[in-house]
């Protein structure tokens, strides 16, 4: 859908730093304080614009909501986090009453930059010429952008469906697995997709079930099938063919550690990409740093790399973080930042290699990482 949007979807960090723009000058905090509720704000302009919600109506209603009896015999019952302290003050109802101007003028001035977050993207996106056929591949719950797009797209191509489904628990009213596939199965684009098969009870296949009620009994009732099988020699045991799907994270490090006492060849793969973690988006940022110099380029990638560290600083660096990307708001250059603005022209990998140790040394707690 991205491809089909005439907007650039940008990273969370990117569109933060967009927000504590607007943000800033009416919250007057810091971009590091802002970064926890601005993070959960952005979540909610994309929920908005991913369901097709009117946004500016929804929060023009919310100051009405927040000053009702209802809401504030909730608020008395919930513990007092830092977060809710804002709701309390007269300056927070203030706030809350802007936010329309605010979604507005957000999504206004990423449209006009050709930008957006994904709801936004999303709710913007127009399928464009299609010449093939189209098939889709898994689906389970879709927003209401993502089915009016599938929706256009019916109109245009010849499309095939693949649902992750079964009989077993779609046509089951009580079965959770199929809440929302029998939702898609009402309606007309999707009614002749779903397909009528029952693999669950199919007669040429066996299904064991094993009640496990802890982690390690179910580690255990997996390594215990496995032994059996390579004991027997059964010939129709195939590693190459047999797969073993884990529910939870929780499973898989003791699982890695009683497989690797089997003698059979392993592959592990885990679906969650290297390129969404904070080593991956800190090294992307010195590598443009490294890359840069135009002064206000640097400052910008140098800023991102600060918040970056923020949440992870020992309890004593966190202020002068703060300070740091104070000073470099104000356009203010320091000697603390010589080695990020690689001033000894370095190579890559060496300037890598001391940014990373030196982040690690003066910053980072509790975070190992080596670099060969």
């Known amino acids: 859908m991205r491809k089909h949007s005439k907007l650039t979807c940008l990273p969370t960090l990117d569109l933060l730093r967009r927000l504590h723009g607007l943000v800033g ?38 100051p009405k909501q927040l000053t009702s009896n209802a809401f504030i015999d909730q608020m008395a019952s919930l513990k007092k986090d830092r977060w809710l302290l804002p709701l309390e003050q007269k300056e927070g109802l203030l706030f809350w009453k802007q936010l329309p101007l605010l979604y507005q003028s957000f999504r ?14 999303y709710s913007m996106a127009q399928p464009k010429a299609i010449d093939q056929e189209l098939v889709f591949v898994g689906f389970n719950l879709l927003t209401p952008a993502e089915e009016r797009f599938i929706e256009q797209c019916q109109l245009m191509a010849s499309t095939t469906f693949f649902w992750d489904v079964d009989r077993h628990y779609l046509d089951n009213p009580i079965n959770i697995a199929g809440h929302y596939l029998r939702q898609h199965r009402e309606k007309k684009w999707f009614q002749e997709s779903f397909p009528t098969g029952n693999y669950l009870t199919d007669p040429h296949k066996k299904v064991f079930l094993i009640e496990a009620s802890t982690t390690v009994a179910q580690v255990q009732a997996v390594i215990a099938a496995l032994q059996e099988k390579i004991n027997d020699s059964h010939p129709k045991f195939l590693p190459n063919q047999t797969a073993i799907v884990v529910s939870g994270s929780d499973l898989l490090i003791p699982l890695l550690d009683q497989l690797a006492t089997l003698s059979i060849p392993l592959h592990c793969r885990l679906d969650y990409p290297f390129s969404a973690t904070v080593i991956y988006t800190v090294v992307e940022r010195l590598v443009q740093l490294w890359e840069t110099s135009e002064k206000e380029e640097m400052y910008g990638h140098m800023a991102h790399l600060l918040a970056l560290w923020h949440p992870f600083a020992k309890a004593g660096m966190q202020s002068k973080l703060t300070a740091m990307r104070q000073s470099l708001n104000e356009g203010k250059q320091s000697d603390a930042f010589d080695l990020w603005f690689n001033k000894d022209h370095q190579a890559l990998l060496p300037y890598l290699r001391e940014g990373l140790t030196y982040i690690y040394n003066h910053f980072i707690e509790g975070i190992t990482f080596s670099l060969n």
């Open 25 to 62: 000058p009416i919250s007057k905090e810091s971009f590091e304080q802002f970064y926890g509720w601005g993070l959960t704000l952005l979540q909610d302009f994309n929920r908005i614009d991913s369901y097709l919600v009117d946004g500016a109506a929804l929060f023009t209603s919310l």
């Open 108 to 121: 206004e001035k990423l449209m006009e930059a050709g930008e957006g977050y994904e709801g936004l993207c």
